[in-house]
């Protein structure tokens, strides 16, 4: 069961945080926007082709957490 909240973009599950992310890819730059109908809106530059979007969010996530990419999962 979730922790989720109505207009939470993060809930706690056992020792795992999910976060809610929304994607707009093949934008300019790679950025996190902010907060958004309860998700977190990022932007990246990547394609949604090939998984690379995945891992520009991977590596925005990590970064932005100043965690290991291998910490987050998609």
């Not at 890819?25 to 309860?38: E, F, H, L, Q």
């Not at 990590?62 to 910490?71: C, H, R």
Request: charged share 20%; no cysteine.
């Amino acid at each position: 069961m979730s922790d989720r909240g109505e207009g939470t973009w993060w809930s706690r599950q056992g020792d795992d945080i999910h976060i809610y992310v929304r994607v707009s890819p093949r934008a300019s730059v790679t950025r996190i926007v902010g907060i958004k109908d309860g998700a977190l809106h990022v932007k990246v530059n990547a394609p949604p082709v090939e998984g690379a979007a995945n891992r520009a969010i991977t590596r925005l996530l990590a970064d932005a957490l100043s965690i290991a990419p291998s910490s987050v999962a998609l």
